[in-house]
T-cell receptor, first 112, second 113 residues
Framework: GNSVTQMEGPVTLSEEAFLTINCTYT??????LFWYVQYPGEGLQLLLK?????DKGSNKGFEATYRKETTSFHLEKGSVQVSDSAVYFC???????????FGGGTRVLVKP | DGGITQSPKYLFRKEGQNVTLSCEQN?????MYWYRQDPGQGLRLIYY???????QKGDIAEGYSVSREKKESFPLTVTSAQKNPTAFYLC????????????FGPGTRLTVT
């Protein structure tokens, strides 16, 4: 079946540091890939997505590139802010297209 | 404003009681979903519904039940058969099942003692 593995947190950074959260997946066919963000006490919001190999999703300074050869979709941001403190989830939608499979989430804490 | 509402935000129940979590959306979406979130485990799908009067089990449906009598509403009942019901429950909706963005509600934290 489909699965998503992402690095365990928490990841603690200083403001303006570079952030990388690794995400790898297992899926048959050509899945769509997503990053969701969950701020404290809230539901999930879609951060970015990519639907085919070599696509780059970007939003709010975050980027992730769909790498089929390494089955990865790592999330990056060049200069984080305190407001980026949240839990980040990598997810995929398989070829059947009827549900999302989530990774375990990575908590990020940005200190001033 | 269009969106998904879940109520209440916090819910406390005694063991052995059934409890129903509310989920309402005014996005005119056909598909709705219930997820359970536990620390370090991401989200797991409980039930989903493609259309009114139709719903399907997800990966962890045991001990839960749902109904979809109206397009806007998808309540989840956590029954006494659910062995470990304390969790954060998230409802989501999308235009359809296939290849559409899911929009999430703010969640309900259920504590059973």
């Amino acid at each position: 079946g489909n699965s998503v593995t992402q690095m365990e947190g928490p990841v603690t950074l200083s403001e303006e540091a570079f952030l990388t959260i690794n995400c790898t997946y297992t899926a048959t066919g050509y899945p769509s890939l997503f990053w969701y963000v969950q701020y404290p006490g809230e539901g999930l919001q879609l951060l970015l997505k990519a639907t085919k190999a070599d696509d780059k999703g970007s939003n709010k300074g975050f980027e992730a590139t769909y790498r089929k050869e390494t089955t990865s979709f790592h999330l990056e941001k060049g200069s984080v802010q305190v407001s980026d403190s949240a839990v980040y989830f990598c997810a995929l939608r398989g070829a059947a297209g009827n549900k999302l499979t989530f990774g375990g989430g990575t908590r990020v804490l940005v200190k001033p | 404003d269009g969106g998904i509402t879940q109520s209440p935000k916090y819910l406390f129940r005694k063991e052995g009681q059934n409890v129903t979590l509310s989920c309402e959306q005014n996005l005119n979406h056909d598909a709705m979903y219930w997820y359970r979130q536990d620390p370090g485990q991401g989200l797991r799908l409980i039930y989903y519904s493609q259309i009114v009067n139709d719903f399907q089990k997800g990966d962890i449906a045991e001990g839960y039940s749902v109904s979809r009598e109206k397009k806007e509403s998808f309540p989840l009942t956590v029954t006494s058969a659910q062995k470990n019901p304390t969790a954060f429950y998230l409802c989501a909706s999308s235009i359809g099942l296939a290849d559409y963005e899911q929009y999430f509600g703010p969640g309900t934290r259920l504590t059973v003692t």
